[in-house]
């Protein structure tokens, strides 16, 4: 062995080393300051890491662009969603008088809430971009309680990292970070271009996460479960998305 | 070790004197790039066959006139596409392939980047000179090249000026403007920088732009292959594997 070969061994083993003790003290760091999604386990899990980590080093506090009244889409566009059944039916004939949205999990007072009660939160609107992960968008007006208002109601403690919420159809079903949480423009949506949420648009209640794509606003929104683990939750890959192939930080 | 090229002895005269053509570096970046486009590429098309419609501006949807309709079946019943079927829903390890290719392509595309400024790699072998840019020097360049001529010995160590253009074309221009519209589709990117999204002129200018880029690119490649092809298909591509060429 020649004097350069050595040197560049020794090198090489250098680097190496410093490479891998880096990556190791990077997955601590990010683990213990919350940069790690539920679903970064797996072939895609890298990847997923780098983007949620990025993103939130990046846009913890930043605000989606809002847009003024004469760029909301004339004709918005929803994806169809499967029958709504009849219980439903009923409550829409009613007005969505008996809709109820809960929250438990860590909070200090779980609680339930009424449409009625919502609208008498302070009212937040903003005009913002929908995006469908499919590649189509719309630009619209959302109208509703900010989800820190009412987290705050009910208490949520300190040790809340993520929350869950539900819908009336059971296969959808997602989580986001207290970031996406607490953040100004999360509304629990009830209203939509001056009016009234059209059922089809995900009323009487929706929610509208605005950083974030299509899939993670979801609709007919009926509870809200804040935790510190998402484990104890469907498969443990923090909502339905990941179960059904696609990313859970939406956020791309 | 590696590190001498003399050869044996005993071959000499038989085994042709191979040198050094590429560095580690640019050989091993050329490669993890080359994987990572094809991959890109792949789930880049599923990820269009969702929505195969184009529009400019902000918005788009199927209630939108579009800019335009590439001719392909959907994935997604909505779209009318004129075709009687669907096609089946590719978009979840699509966008995760997508997004780790990408996470791929930049932070290797950035060690290409970094060195290549370091070591002089981009002013050395990339920066035409200013006698190759003469107007004489490109015609007689672009001529060769119609010509499918097999370039000399000599010129198969270094580039010449359209092979310089072209590569910078890609590394400055093409890969930046790809990332550039890429991360201009990402709601919460833009959220922190709307100056990303907001130059472009919207959110499906972006994805439109960023659509072009690609063929502009697959172009690049079909080029590049096909050069390699004229100039010896099997010692170039070693060349790139191994680093050595025979003198």
Redesign the interface.
């Known amino acids: 062995?020649?004097k350069?070969?050595r040197r560049?061994l020794i090198t090489t083993g250098l680097t190496v080393t410093a490479g891998a003790s880096g990556l190791l003290a990077a997955a601590k760091l990010a683990r213990h300051y919350g940069l790690v999604p539920p679903d970064s386990g797996g072939i895609?899990g890298?990847?997923?890491t780098?983007?949620y980590a990025a993103?939130r080093l990046?846009?913890r506090h930043?605000?989606?662009?809002e847009?003024s009244r004469d760029?909301m889409?004339?004709?918005?566009?929803a994806?169809?969603v499967d029958p709504l059944g009849a219980e439903f039916q009923l409550s829409h004939q009613a007005g969505f008088a008996d809709w109820r949205l809960a929250v438990d999990g860590l909070v200090a007072r779980p609680a339930s809430f009424s449409l009625a009660d919502l609208k008498s939160y302070p009212r937040r609107s903003h005009i913002t971009?929908i995006?469908?992960?499919?590649?189509?968008?719309?630009?619209a007006e959302w109208i509703g309680a900010p989800l820190s208002h009412v987290l705050g109601l009910a208490g949520a403690l300190p040790q809340a990292r993520y929350v869950v919420y539900r819908s009336i159809q059971k296969d959808w079903w997602e989580s986001i970070d207290m970031a996406d949480a607490l953040h100004p423009q999360t509304l629990l949506a009830y209203g939509m271009n001056g009016g009234e949420l059209p059922v089809g648009f995900g009323g009487p209640l929706r929610m509208r996460v605005?950083?974030?794509?299509g899939y993670k606003n979801i609709k007919y929104l009926t509870r809200l479960t804040v935790t510190d683990n998402l484990k104890q939750f469907g498969k443990g890959l923090g909502s339905a998305a990941p179960e059904?192939?696609?990313?859970w930080f939406a956020?791309? | 070790m590696a590190s001498t090229i003399a050869p044996n002895p005993q071959d000499s005269g038989l085994t042709p004197l191979l040198q050094v053509r590429h560095s580690f570096l640019v050989r091993f970046t050329h490669w993890v790039m080359t994987l990572s486009f094809l991959a890109l590429l792949v789930s880049g098309l599923e990820i269009v066959m969702s929505h195969p419609r184009f529009y400019w501006g902000e918005t788009g949807n199927i209630h939108t006139t579009p800019l335009f309709q590439i001719p392909v079946p959907s994935s997604r019943d909505t779209v009318p596409t004129g075709y009687g079927y669907v096609l089946p829903d590719q978009n979840g390890w699509s966008r995760y392939l997508h997004f780790q290719s990408a996470w791929v392509l930049v932070l290797t595309g950035l060690l290409y980047f970094g060195a290549g400024l370091f070591s002089g790699h981009f002013r050395r072998n990339l920066l035409p000179s200013s006698a190759d840019l003469s107007a004489k020097r490109l015609t007689s360049s672009v001529v060769e090249h119609l010509r499918f001529a097999r370039p000399s010995k000599e010129e198969a160590w270094t580039y010449n000026v359209l092979q310089r253009l072209a590569y910078l074309l890609v590394i400055f221009v093409l890969f930046p403007m790809i990332i550039w519209t890429g991360l201009a589709m990402s709601p919460s990117f833009v959220s922190a920088v709307p100056a990303a999204v907001n130059l472009l002129g919207g959110q499906q200018s972006a994805r439109t732009l960023h659509f072009f880029l690609t063929w502009a690119l697959v172009l690049f490649l079909l080029v590049h292959l096909l050069m390699v092809i004229v100039a010896g298909f099997r010692h170039r591509v070693r060349a790139m594997i191994t680093g050595r060429m025979a003198q």
């Open positions: 062995m020649n350069l070969s560049k895609y890298p990847g997923e780098l983007t993103q990046l846009t930043s605000l989606a662009r847009f760029q889409s004339k004709e918005p566009f994806n169809e971009m995006q469908c992960e499919e590649g189509w968008s719309y630009i605005a950083r974030q794509l059904g192939g696609y990313a956020g791309m």
